[in-house]
């Protein structure tokens, strides 16, 4: 079985600030990692993932995570973020059978003027 | 952009009624999953459908069902409806089993009162 920590409910910000939204999880097989974002009334659309391979990984919109397998993390980081940055995030993990997705619960990134 | 779309946007009905919510796929995609979303925290899977044959199944009861069409077209069928059952329902196609590139729909809205 797998499972997902999403350390922060709430992530409060100014613009132009670095943001960085924690994310544990634990799995007893090897695991693929995703990141999602929700705006208000809206899906999930797919942030960035890591499947293999190099363990920093960029997406879209300038965000990037850095898998840490010791530490069995994938936490996700922005530079600089906009108002538009503000949503929902969801860091997700597959593995096993790798049909479903398990979802943390959520962190609130709000960025503020 | 998604393909995915989902009828009705919003539903409400009554404990102990029977609802069905509807999801398009996007083109070429055979695989199509099914997530709840309960207020505040992070979707869970409900069921996967592959080829018109459920493919794997959440810790949900046998009152939610589903169905998928040879167009790959689906459905989700919950009949018994409880309170807790209110929530986002999200559909999300694929185009195969795994994963790693799913594509969501906005999602049917379902209050229960």
């Known amino acids: 079985?797998?499972?997902?920590?999403?350390?922060?409910?709430?992530?409060?910000?100014?613009?132009?600030a670095p943001v960085e939204l924690r994310c544990n999880y634990s799995s007893s097989v090897s695991v693929y990692?995703?990141?999602?974002?929700?705006?208000?009334?809206?899906g999930l659309q797919l942030l960035l993932k890591y499947l293999s391979g190099s363990t920093l990984v960029k997406g879209i919109n300038g965000f990037e995570a850095e898998f840490n397998k010791s530490q069995t993390s994938f936490?996700?980081?922005?530079?600089?973020v906009h108002i538009s940055d503000t949503a929902e995030y969801f860091c997700?993990?597959?593995?096993?059978s790798n049909y479903k997705l398990t979802f943390g619960k959520g962190t609130l990134l709000t960025v503020n003027p | 952009e998604t393909g995915v779309t989902q009828s009705p946007t919003h539903l409400i009905k009554t404990r102990g009624q029977?609802?069905?919510?509807?999801?398009?796929s996007q083109s070429g995609h055979n695989t199509?999953?099914?997530?709840?979303?309960?207020?505040?925290?992070?979707?869970?899977?409900i069921f996967?459908?592959?080829?018109?044959?459920?493919?794997g199944r959440g810790n949900f009861p046998p009152r939610f069902s589903g169905l998928q069409f040879?167009?790959?077209?689906?459905?989700?069928?919950?009949?018994?409806?409880?309170?807790?059952?209110?929530?986002?329902?999200?559909?999300?196609?694929?185009?195969d089993i795994g994963g790693e590139k799913l594509f969501f729909g906005s999602g049917t809205q379902l209050s229960v009162l």
């Open chain 1, 75 to 80: 936490h996700l980081r922005k530079p600089s």
């Open chain 2, 48 to 55: 996967q459908y592959y080829r018109e044959e459920e493919n």
């Open chain 1, 1 to 16: 079985a797998q499972s997902v920590t999403q350390l922060d409910s709430q992530v409060p910000v100014f613009e132009e």
């Open chain 2, 32 to 45: 199509v999953s099914w997530y709840q979303q309960a207020l505040g925290q992070g979707p869970q899977f």
């Open chain 1, 33 to 42: 990692l995703f990141w999602y974002v929700q705006y208000p009334n809206q």
């Open chain 1, 92 to 96: 997700a993990v597959s593995g096993g």
């Open chain 2, 70 to 95: 040879p167009n790959y077209s689906s459905e989700l069928n919950v009949n018994a409806l409880e309170l807790d059952d209110s929530a986002l329902y999200l559909c999300a196609s694929s185009l």
């Open chain 2, 18 to 24: 029977q609802v069905t919510l509807r999801c398009s």
